[in-house]
């Protein structure tokens, strides 16, 4: 099955600096990289997502990579906010056509604190 | 659209007790699955569906039980409730052609 790492799993920085999230996984078949936030006592909200046909996405201040020859992807957060502190993690699934349970694997978690 | 919800939102067991936690979506999506957070460990899958009278395990099934009788439904039952059984549990749906998946708010279970 597949195997989803996630680095770090603390980050703290300083309001207006860049934060990088880190995460590889195993399985080729995997085609489609969700990354969600939580906020203390919600459930996980989807803030971008990146498929297999695509290098790099961008959301305002939020940016994803995706390397499919080393089977790793990144999560950028640019000009950080105390607001954007929580729990981020990242997924991997495979969808559509390309088979798998299509249920996806997540991280263990990235903490971010940004502090004011 | 609600999404996903789940019912309760907090729930206190004596070690023994079973009970049911409710979830339900309306976005029609063949996939659902019950995940447990728990401090460090990241979002442990328990059981999944992926469609109406098709349940699968996922990575930590022990002391569970789901069933999958309609498309919007997808209870999660334990059986005879464990102090190890403390955690948040997240309802999540998903769509196989997308890949898009939504979670639930969460139920906060303690068990003494």
């Known amino acids: 099955g597949e195997n989803v790492e996630q680095h770090p799993s603390t980050l703290s920085v300083q309001e207006g600096d860049s934060a990088v999230i880190k995460c590889t996984y195993s399985d080729s078949a995997s085609n489609y990289f969700p990354w969600y936030k939580q906020e203390l006592g919600k459930g996980p909200q989807l803030i971008i997502d990146i498929r297999s046909n695509v290098g790099e996405k961008k959301d305002q201040r939020i940016a994803v990579t995706l390397n499919k020859t080393a089977k790793h992807f990144s999560l950028h957060i640019t000009e950080t906010q105390p607001e954007d502190s929580a729990v981020y993690f990242c997924a991997a699934s495979p969808s559509g056509a390309s088979g798998g349970s299509y249920i996806p694997t997540f991280g263990r978690g990235t903490s971010l604190i940004v502090h004011p | 659209n609600a999404g996903v919800t789940q019912t309760p939102k907090f729930q206190v067991l004596k070690t023994g007790q079973s009970m049911t936690l409710q979830c339900a979506q309306d976005?029609?999506?063949?996939?659902m699955s019950w995940y447990r957070q728990d401090p460090g460990m990241g979002l442990r899958l328990i059981h999944y569906?992926?469609?109406?009278?098709?349940?699968d395990q996922g990575e930590v099934p022990n002391g569970y039980n789901v069933s999958r009788s309609t498309t919007e439904d997808f209870p999660l039952r334990l059986l005879s409730a464990a102090p190890s059984q403390t955690s948040v549990y997240f309802c999540?749906?998903?769509?196989?052609?997308?890949?898009?998946?939504?979670f639930g708010p969460g139920t906060r279970l303690t068990v003494l």
């Open positions: 999540a749906s998903s769509s196989p052609g997308t890949g898009l998946t939504f």
């Open positions: 569906s992926v469609g109406a009278g098709i349940t």
């Open positions: 976005m029609n999506h063949e996939y």
